[in-house]
């Protein structure tokens, strides 16, 4: 994928993130919590000769927590609460008509190339956190305010370090960047990728095919499957659509995804009907696209409310902290991976995750743009 040129020092930073790690798992006065991204799960079977594509989170649950992880969440969680912000600005940019298209946050290799390639549009960008940074925000605000109350008892908690586990290299870039800091501290203290978590397990002497799969942590293990295909190129637009169209209804559902939204075409437009108004939309895949249609806009040719934008070519699925190879068929099982996740889910909305709603009320109360967004 493209975004593999955005880390050429991979090779060193690998063990620049491991290590740490490995220290902090053996530190008995650190709380160390995982997350994991949704497209994680269909890929890092591939070295354990598991089936290309076969959804492994219970078995890499299973195996974090033998490394020494204390809790384990998904990234998904964090995905869920994206979808409620980013939603909830589609609306508030369609009313005021200000700062349209809206475009996805959640690829940093697409923000970097829009900041510096069109800096003219860099307002067009959703001022949502990227999933794993919301999520990192909400962790360590949690256990800020636990830190607090168990002061006030004279007593003293461990620290929490956060690591994610992303299909990404320039995910390493992105919690670095300030606006992804809270009160000035640093969000997510590392990020992993698939590559560097499967070394990892082989370090550690455990074969992923022979686990027994485990349950992920809640309450942060619950989450839609509208935020589980966030890893494949549509996810994201696919996932808002159903929290402003607003049902469950298996029809409406097929409505959406039957949009064009789907597939893996390099530029998919689509539109739908929001009360009295069509919200036009597009869906890029690879930034050689992305310039095509910002060329088309600047030239006033095309015209959207909505512009989704994953720089690696199918989405997060081959992006460049994935196993390779990556040939045609295994991306195609990854996919496939990915949607069949999203129809065994029980919750279909992000807003229909209990837990979202728990969150809104409880810890983010109050703190919804200060943990959730990045301006
Ligand atoms: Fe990273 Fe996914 Fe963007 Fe590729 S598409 S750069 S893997 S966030």
Redesign the pocket.
């Known amino acids: 994928?493209q975004?593999r040129a955005?880390c050429p020092t991979g090779a060193i930073s690998i063990r620049q993130d491991v290590d740490p790690v490995w220290k902090a798992l053996a530190d008995k006065n650190i709380r160390v919590v995982a997350q994991i991204a949704p497209a994680v799960r269909v890929a890092i079977g591939d070295k354990f000769g598991i089936p290309k594509g076969e959804n492994t989170l219970g078995r890499l649950v299973a195996a974090l927590r033998h490394m020494g992880f204390d809790e384990v969440y998904d990234t998904n969680f964090g995905a869920d609460l994206t979808v409620m912000e980013e939603s909830a600005e589609l609306l508030e940019r369609l009313k005021s008509g200000k700062n349209l298209p809206l475009f996805t946050s959640?690829?940093?290799?697409?923000v970097k190339f829009c900041e510096n390639r069109y800096p003219e549009f860099r307002e067009n960008i959703s001022t949502c956190r990227s999933p794993q940074a919301m999520f990192g925000a909400l962790l360590k605000e949690e256990a800020r305010m636990k830190a607090a109350e168990a002061e006030k008892e004279g007593r003293s908690l461990r620290k929490t370090v956060v690591i994610s586990i992303m299909?990404?290299t320039?995910?390493k870039a992105e919690i670095k960047r300030p606006e992804h800091f809270t009160e000035g501290q640093q969000d997510v203290d590392y990020v992993l990728t698939t590559t560097e978590v499967t070394r990892m397990i082989k370090e550690a002497g455990i074969d992923l095919s022979q686990i027994e799969p485990e349950a992920l942590d809640m309450p942060f293990g619950l989450s839609s499957g509208a935020a589980a295909i966030f890893g494949v190129t549509g996810g994201v637009t696919e996932a808002v659509l159903r929290r402003l169209v607003h049902s469950s209804r298996m029809e409406d559902l097929q409505d959406i995804s039957f949009t064009g939204i789907r597939g893996i075409e390099g530029i998919k437009e689509a539109s739908i009907q929001l009360e009295d108004r069509t919200v036009k939309i597009a869906v890029v895949n690879g930034l050689r696209c992305a310039e095509t249609l910002l060329e088309r806009i600047k030239a006033g040719e095309v015209q959207y409310d909505f512009v989704e934008v994953?720089?690696?070519k199918r989405?997060?699925i081959a992006?460049?902290?994935q196993p390779v190879p990556i040939g045609p068929r295994t991306k195609q099982a990854r996919l496939d991976g990915m949607y069949k996740i999203d129809s065994m889910a029980q919750i279909k909305r992000s807003d229909e995750n209990p837990i979202i709603a728990e969150v809104y009320e409880g810890i983010l109360k109050g703190k919804e743009h200060k943990l959730l967004h990045n301006r």
């Open positions: 994928g975004c955005v959640c690829c940093p290799g697409w299909p990404c320039a995910k994953m720089a690696c989405g997060c992006g460049g902290g």
